[in-house]
């Protein structure tokens, strides 16, 4: 099968190439750019900068924001490299909530659980109500790839205040952010942006907003007169209002170097890729794998699917630890019975598709999941 984007696979670390890697939903590989580019930071930005390096590290934020726009439908300064999600998503719900009054919040009981706890905490400090489905007006968090099952939202039109999580969508499905009229977004960097484990995440805010709302998070870097140390605290102007403390010069260059490789891929040929590798699991699963007690659980229609499908099965934990204890093979547990095949179109390849769907075959045919111990923490 053609694949333009296989010459890419060669750019990143890859230490053995008989481990297949299902979970860069989760994780995104190395990129030996990362690795270069983080020992020049280190041993000369740090090392013989010094304090010095400040000049060129104190834009990074905006800079790898605005790389980071290119790839999701943002034009510049409405991006912010900062923080976490949660970070992000606790400071855009009481922004939007002071800046458009109380009014209910709405977040889908299934939804990823740290865009549930923020709303949760976020709610109870407000006092006001959570409700499971749009309540107008409200403040809407929405995931636009759903973790579990890869379903990707339709983005429509809303009265509500919509403020949406990015992190399983951007870099793998196409993000039209201004085009779609997004008021405010929030995502993290280390899965198919390929930032690295605990890398800076990210938050939106549309241009005509950001002078309306104001971060709850009133840290230094926020302040408009940053290095006069003044006695009051006043936003910033524009993006960098959304900043709180000193950001991780190291985390943000490892993510603008992921996220280099994204744009140079092209999101549009990324899609296009993980609609053929998840078509091709799909396929060979009900062929193969359904006649053994799977189920597709994510969407037949290739364009409604990330770069995952999730395979329900009443024994998927133990059959995903047999998989990376006896198969060689990382995929991915959601509970409860969610195996989650991940398919990074830059570092997978079509016949990985295939290989995945022998090994889970050889876990289930030879019993292997049955002697797997399945207690203690579920990652």
């Known amino acids: 099968m053609s694949d333009p984007l296989a010459p890419f696979l060669d750019r990143f670390v890859v230490t053995d190439r008989s481990l297949l890697y299902l979970d860069g939903n989760s994780l995104g590989r190395l990129p030996k750019a990362t690795v270069e580019r983080l020992r020049h930071v280190v041993e000369h930005e740090w090392g013989d900068g010094l304090v010095r390096s400040w000049a060129d590290w104190i834009e990074a934020p905006v800079r790898v924001g605005d ?34 009054g109380p009014r209910p919040l709405v977040v889908d009981p299934t939804d990823f659980p740290t865009d549930r706890y923020v709303v949760e905490g976020v709610a109870r ?4 109500e959570v409700h499971e489905r749009p309540v107008e007006p409200s403040v809407v968090v929405r995931s636009l790839v759903d973790y579990r099952s890869g379903e990707v939202a339709v983005v429509e039109p809303s009265d509500d205040v919509v403020i949406w999580d990015l992190s399983h969508a951007a870099g793998s499905v196409p993000v039209h952010l201004d085009e779609w009229g997004v008021q405010l977004a929030v995502g993290c960097t280390y899965k198919h942006l390929l930032g690295g484990p605990g890398a800076p995440a990210y938050l939106y805010v549309a241009g005509e907003l950001q002078e309306r709302l104001r971060s709850p998070i009133q840290g230094w870097f926020g302040q408009r007169d940053q290095f006069e140390m003044g006695p009051a605290y006043v936003p910033a102007e524009g993006i960098e209002r959304f900043h709180a403390g000193t950001p991780p010069i190291l985390g943000l260059a490892a993510v603008e170097e ?28 009900e062929e193969r794998l ?14 409604r699917r990330g770069a995952q499908v999730s395979l329900r099965h009443p024994e998927a934990l133990a059959i995903s630890r047999a998989l990376i204890e006896t198969q060689r093979a990382v995929p991915d547990f959601r509970a409860p019975d969610l195996l989650r095949v991940g398919l990074s179109p830059l570092t997978t390849r079509f016949d990985d598709v295939d290989e995945a769907v022998a090994r889970i075959e050889r876990v289930v045919r030879s019993g292997a999941h049955r002697g797997v111990d399945v207690s203690g923490r579920v990652r």
Not at 85 to 99: G, R
Not at 258 to 283: P, Q
Not at 290 to 303: H, K, M
């Open 67 to 100: 790389l980071i726009g290119s790839v999701i439908g943002a034009a510049p300064g409405q991006v912010l490299c900062c923080d976490s999600t949660t970070v992000n998503l606790y400071k855009l719900v009481h922004a939007a909530l002071d800046a458009f």
């Open 258 to 285: 992921g996220v280099r490789l994204v744009a140079e891929a092209g999101v549009d040929r990324i899609h296009a890729k993980a609609m053929a590798l998840t078509s091709r699991l799909v396929e060979l699963a």
């Open 290 to 303: 359904a006649p053994r007690g799977f189920e597709v659980a994510s969407p037949r229609d290739a364009a």
């Open 125 to 128: 400090q407000r006092g006001v």
